[in-house]
């Protein structure tokens, strides 16, 4: 999926977050819960840019997501990093 999409389908941010969301409730995680959060703010973010809340006049060119899916995507690893060690803490406690 392109992070291109995000800019005119912010729900799709939600989406993630909900995702990550879920991944922080069953394995209780900082890292997960960072992710979900950055990504419900990103959502936030976006629809403000899309209803041109945040932006005076030309809201088409977006450097700021030269900073901004970096750092989405750094946190999303790290988040999904966190809760695959989560799980498998999870399931070798169970054993």
Same mark, same amino acid.
């Given at each position: 999926?392109?992070?291109? *999409? =995000? /800019?005119?389908? /912010?729900? *799709? ?6 995702? =990550?969301? !879920?991944? &922080? @409730?069953?394995? @209780? ?7 979900? %959060? *950055?990504? *419900?703010f990103?959502?936030? &973010?976006? &629809?403000?840019?899309?209803? $041109?809340?945040?932006? +005076?006049?030309?809201? #088409? ?8 899916y /970096?750092?989405?995507?750094?946190? +999303?690893?790290?988040?999904?990093? !966190?809760? =695959?060690?989560?799980?498998? #803490? $999870? %399931?070798?406690? !169970?054993?």
């Amino acid at each position: 999926m392109s992070l291109a *999409l =995000f /800019p005119e389908y /912010p729900f *799709l941010a939600f989406l993630v977050a909900a995702v =990550f969301w !879920g991944l &922080y @409730r069953a394995v @209780r995680r900082r890292a997960v819960l960072l992710a979900a %959060s *950055l990504w *419900l703010f990103y959502g936030c &973010y976006e &629809y403000g840019m899309k209803f $041109r809340l945040l932006c +005076s006049g030309e809201c #088409n060119i977006r450097v700021d997501l030269l900073l901004i899916y /970096p750092a989405l995507l750094a946190v +999303s690893l790290v988040g999904v990093a !966190g809760a =695959f060690a989560g799980l498998r #803490n $999870r %399931s070798t406690d !169970g054993k």
